[in-house]
């Protein structure tokens, strides 16, 4: 009987160790890539924000059909695997440079043919034909998005961005679970105004 418990107590310690080991090298990488890379880190939206941002982008997808669904930095596919599984009348794009989110979220999205993952720069993209954006990047990038890349798209496009505002321009709704980190927002070009 005490044996038993040892070789639980073995066990359980063994599990203990992998699983902290496994966060260990995830955590490495999340820091190793945001402390070098020039760009955001691959952290995925999550929590009430993200299923509340796809249960919003859903209701606006649903009775169309034939629009482009963009996700600039689309990381392991958490945005775009779900409504591409929902939606296979729209067609959908995630532009990801970092090595390792875009192999998984190639692998992911595998059997959807409505779903495009691309291995390059969304500055380089032509997104003038994009109906629905999502965006989750630091702030210096959102102001370079905001300069740089809002002026090609179309005006009534529609813009989630988690997290972090483009600076000067006026949100069409904000919705909010509470900080800056549980909030998001969305733009259309042709009702934002500056501030
Ligand atoms: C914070 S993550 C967001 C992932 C996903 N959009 C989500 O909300 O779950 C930002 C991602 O954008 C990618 N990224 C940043 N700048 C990029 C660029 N210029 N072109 C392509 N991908 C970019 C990063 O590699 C990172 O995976």
Redesign the pocket.
């Known amino acids: 009987m005490s044996l038993w418990i040892i070789y639980i107590a073995l066990l359980l310690a063994a599990v203990g160790t992998l699983i902290v080991i496994i966060l260990g090298i995830i955590g490495t990488y999340l820091i190793i890539v945001g402390r070098f890379m020039r ?7 999550s929590g009430k924000v993200k299923n509340k941002m796809l249960q919003d982008a859903a209701e606006y997808l649903s009775n169309k059909s034939g629009l482009e669904i963009v ?1 600039l ?4 596919g ?2 775009l695997l779900p409504l591409a599984r929902q939606f296979p009348h729209h067609r959908f794009v995630g ?4 090595f390792l ?1 875009y192999y998984v979220s190639k692998f992911r999205t595998r059997h959807l043919t409505n779903l495009q993952i691309v291995r ?4 380089e993209a032509n997104l003038a034909s994009a109906d629905l954006l ?1 965006c ?2 630091l702030p210096d ?1 959102m102001r370079k998005c905001g300069d740089n890349l809002l002026p090609s798209l179309k005006s009534e496009a529609l813009i989630y961005v ?1 997290r972090f505002v483009f600076p000067n321009i006026k949100p069409d709704r904000t919705v909010s679970f509470g900080s800056e980190y549980e909030t998001f927002y969305v733009y259309r070009l042709d009702r934002t105004g500056h501030e």
């Open positions: 760009y955001s880190p691959p952290v995925p939206s996700d930095g689309s990381g392991w958490t945005l532009y990801e440079l970092s989110p390059q720069d969304f500055y999502f989750f990047l990038e988690n």
